[in-house]
């Protein structure tokens, strides 16, 4: 009985600490959304941040790939999203997804930018509670002027 006890207080009670720590301290999933103004397919100096732009997180169950959470938000004027998840997703897989650009001239998904996977459980040593996203993009329904000149600094030399 009392190695029962025992396991319990060593094993059982840490893991449902953990948990109810993480409702009282929820995950906050942060990322930027910009416009590609080049259409170059990442960002660049002409890159603008769009505020407004919705975005959501969903994790899905990994055998089934059947949707389980899902919940949207919007950027700030800095184009910045933060989304707060109170549940443990440990045996999910999570993305961050673009749904819809705030700005109809720049409304195109940025193929292979349009999601960023994120870690959304507190029992793999991350000890901040903020999971950070990669950025996500738009791209504009056609090139601005000077894109050109933007394009020449990513070339590589062919000398090489």
């Given at each position: 009985?009392?190695?029962?006890?025992?396991?319990?207080?060593?094993?059982?009670?840490?893991?449902?600490?953990?948990?109810?720590?993480?409702?009282?301290?929820?995950?906050?999933?942060?990322?930027?959304?910009?416009?590609?103004?080049?259409?170059?397919?990442?960002?660049?100096?002409?890159?603008?941040?769009?505020?407004?732009?919705?975005?959501?997180?969903?994790?899905?169950?990994?055998?089934?790939?059947?949707?389980?959470?899902?919940?949207?938000?919007?950027?700030?004027?800095?184009?910045?999203?933060?989304?707060?998840?109170?549940?443990?997703?440990?045996?999910?897989?999570?993305?961050?997804?673009?749904?819809?650009?705030?700005?109809?001239?720049?409304?195109?998904?940025?193929?292979?930018?349009?999601?960023?996977?994120?870690?959304?459980?507190?029992?793999?040593?991350?000890a901040s509670?903020?999971?950070f996203a990669?950025?996500?993009g738009f791209?504009?329904?056609?090139?601005?002027?000077?894109?050109?000149?933007?394009?020449?600094?990513?070339?590589?030399?062919?000398?090489?």
């Open positions: 009985m009392a190695k029962v006890l025992l396991f319990i207080a060593l094993c059982v009670v840490p893991s449902l600490v953990s948990a109810a720590r993480m409702v009282m301290n929820p995950l906050m999933v942060q990322g930027q959304i910009y416009c590609d103004h080049c259409r170059a397919g990442f960002e660049t100096p002409k890159t603008t941040n769009m505020p407004g732009a919705k975005v959501k997180v969903v994790c899905s169950d990994r055998k089934t790939g059947e949707v389980v959470y899902e919940k949207e938000g919007y950027t700030d004027s800095t184009g910045q999203y933060k989304i707060s998840v109170s549940e443990d997703h440990l045996d999910e897989v999570c993305d961050a997804l673009l749904v819809k650009s705030s700005q109809p001239e720049c409304a195109q998904m940025t193929p292979g930018r349009e999601r960023a996977r994120v870690i959304l459980t507190n029992f793999n040593g991350i509670n903020t999971r990669n950025s996500m791209m504009a329904d056609e090139p601005e002027a000077g894109c050109a000149e933007v394009m020449k600094l990513y070339q590589l030399e062919e000398d090489n």
